[in-house]
């Protein structure tokens, strides 16, 4: 079964709101669903709780390293509890999937992605599961950085939520490790299609799509 769910973000105030701490505010509700405290670890470099699910152990874990050094606090932990690369979830942010929509997957490139980079390197595989929640992608490759550490929209953090409300849901299939069925229940979950508010015909006053500034 799954064992480690780990929510990759950067640590401090100035970061928490930030696209790239995506995966910490899953790890965060997947905590607050099961009512487990957080317990600053030394040893793990991170956030550490851990609970009790079906009689079995599972720990969540928020690296307080930077991003880019986050496989130090993932391989510190899953070494010294003996946890196997497939007993791992990391839930980190993906540019290449909208906002509202996730994926899981297991193994597979980095994709550029310097949380995924350390933990490949750490761990000296990458057979471990993903979820990438969806933040969209600036449209510029040059842009990348700066959005992934500024605040998301109003409406792209409240299709993240509701996306993290949802993917939540699989949390019973993720423990059962029936991967199939968890990947069925995330893939096919859609966000809201938002309501097209369409103004009444008039002749005499065409509506115009044209932006104002």
Not at 19 to 24: E, I, S, T, V
Not at 108 to 130: C, E, F, K, P, V
């Amino acid at each position: 079964m799954m064992k480690l769910f780990v929510g990759l973000g950067n640590p401090g105030p100035e970061y928490e709101a930030t696209r790239h701490n995506a995966g910490a505010w899953w790890v965060e509700a997947l905590a607050r669903e099961l009512k487990l405290g957080w317990t600053p670890e030394r040893g793990f470099h991170g956030l550490v709780a851990r609970g009790n699910v079906h009689g079995h152990s599972i720990w969540l874990l928020q690296p307080q390293t930077f991003m880019n050094l986050s496989g130090k606090s993932v391989a510190a932990l899953a070494r010294f509890f003996k946890i196997a690369p497939q007993e791992i979830l990391v839930v980190h942010d993906e540019l290449d999937i909208a906002p509202g929509q996730a994926k899981l997957k297991q193994g597979g490139s980095h994709a550029g992605h310097n949380g995924l980079r350390d933990i490949h390197a750490q761990l000296g595989t990458d057979a471990y599961w993903r979820l990438r929640l969806g933040i969209g992608h600036p449209g510029n490759k040059a842009e990348v950085i700066s959005w992934v550490l500024k605040k998301p929209l109003l409406d792209d953090r409240i299709a993240i939520d509701q996306c993290i409300d949802r993917t939540l849901k699989a949390l019973p299939a993720l423990l059962a490790d029936d991967m199939n069925k968890a990947t069925l229940l995330i893939h096919t979950s859609k966000p809201p299609r938002p309501h097209a508010v369409q103004a009444p015909a008039n002749p005499a006053n065409p509506v115009t799509t044209e932006k104002q500034p």
